[in-house]
């Protein structure tokens, strides 16, 4: 089979290209969905998590993760679609190192009939992702997060260390404000994603929780209703802010299996963390649970 891709494979890559992330309001139809079928997917309901994650993609440029938890759906319940929605995770990063080795992609890996052409297919939208990346950027954010970890990683650290690393702390701030205001917010969509093996993706977020400044909340909350930033980041470095200066955290994303952080106005907790497209306390609650049993 040809390297290039098929005629019915560009039109794929167009249909899932044509919306635009600056006219999207996530919070207001894109989250809540999700949150919703990724609730209803760890309850293994994938006929109706699958209707919820195609309502959050109706009109939005989607995460790499989604889709694929959607790929995954859409195999469990034989849906037509799922080949498509494996394509589509290619497109948005998904490496194919991933479907053959990951555990809950058995189901995938079970119902692909011919890996010599979905491997062709693969290398054919990896190459076009990788040319949509800006790698040059990504390489530059990797730097900042060796250099936000210089010290912090080290066992013993000396005053004198944790001076020079808080002097690195406020000069990335201020190259990371560089970058947004050049670039916009550097996500998945702009260098690649966590699950791309890409730390970088991470870098921003790093950063500002290492640079907990009050400025921030305002800041970047639009980031967050276009879909460069995830609400649960924006809401830990909103809490991170608040720790700082003594106060009760504000959407309760800080926790320890040994203490509880206080939280201001807990009756509403969960109302304010859906003004931000963020899941509720109880699903965060059962996320938790099973990342300590693991």
Not at 98 to 124: D, E, F, G, M, P
Request: glycine letters at 2%; charged letters at 25%.
């Amino acid at each position: 089979m040809s390297s290039k891709p098929t005629l019915r494979l560009l039109i794929l890559l167009m249909v899932f290209s044509k919306f635009s992330v600056s006219q999207s309001n996530y919070i207001k139809d894109y989250y809540p969905y999700i949150n919703i079928a990724d609730s209803l997917y760890g309850e293994q309901k994938y006929d109706s998590a699958l209707l919820y994650y195609k309502k959050a993609f109706n009109n939005h440029i989607p995460f790499n993760r989604d889709v694929l938890t959607a790929t995954i759906c859409a195999y469990h319940t034989n849906d037509t679609s799922a080949y498509e929605y494996l394509l589509k995770s290619f497109q948005l990063g998904i490496p194919l190192d991933l479907i053959k080795k990951s555990n809950r992609c058995k189901i995938i890996r079970k119902n692909i009939s011919n890996w010599k052409t979905t491997k062709a297919q693969y290398n054919s939208i990896r190459e076009i992702y990788l040319k949509s990346l800006n790698l040059d950027l990504r390489n530059q954010l990797k730097k900042i997060d060796k250099s936000d970890q210089k010290y912090r990683k080290r066992i013993f650290v000396s005053r004198k260390q944790w001076r020079k690393q808080t002097h690195i702390d406020s000069v990335n701030y201020n190259k990371i404000l560089e970058i947004i205001t050049q670039y916009g917010y550097p996500s998945e969509k702009i260098i690649g994603g966590h699950i791309d093996n890409s730390d970088a993706e991470i870098t921003a977020y790093m950063v500002f929780m290492h640079n907990p400044r009050k400025e921030l909340i305002e800041y970047l909350l639009p980031f967050v209703k276009n879909g460069q930033m995830s609400p649960y980041r924006y809401a830990r470095i909103v809490d991170r802010i608040y720790y700082i200066q003594h106060k009760q955290q504000f959407y309760g994303t800080m926790y320890n299996k040994h203490y509880d952080f206080p939280i201001w106005d807990a009756q509403n907790l969960n109302k304010r963390r859906r003004e931000i497209g963020l899941y509720s306390i109880e699903m965060q609650a059962k996320i938790l649970e099973l990342c300590y049993k693991q």
